[in-house]
């Protein structure tokens, strides 16, 4: 079992930024893959951006050139900077961590971005 915990969320201006952060607990393999999703009211739960043990990214095309994902595996730890904020951006942010083809999830934070 791995355990995920998210902080970060909030409430910000349009324009401003937010960093989640996610720590992993528990039966943690090496070689994994760590990232964000968000789901926002009314529709489906989608990719944000995802890094794996090795570095290597990927970014939903919405995000790209304002959000930065980043790891540190020491502390099994995974960050979102999140820069230029817009009003869709405003979601619920859920961490993911998969190893083995076994996903988690986080509970959840909830970024909202005024206009």
């Known amino acids: 079992q791995v355990q995920l915990v998210e902080s970060g969320g909030g409430l910000v201006q349009a324009g401003g930024s937010l960093r989640l952060s996610c720590a992993a607990s528990?039966?943690?393999?090496?070689?994994?893959?760590m990232g964000w999703y968000r789901q926002a009211p009314e529709k489906q739960r989608e990719l944000v951006a995802i890094?794996?043990?090795?570095?290597?990214?990927n970014y939903a095309d919405s995000v790209k050139g304002r959000f930065t994902i980043s790891r540190d595996n020491a502390k099994n730890t995974v960050y979102l900077q999140m820069n230029r904020l817009k009003p869709e951006d405003t979601a619920v942010y859920y961490c993911h961590y998969m190893s083995r083809a076994v996903p988690y999830w986080g509970q959840g934070t909830q970024v909202t971005v005024s206009s």
């Open positions: 528990g039966s943690i393999f090496s070689l994994n893959v």
């Open positions: 890094i794996t043990s090795g570095g290597a990214t």
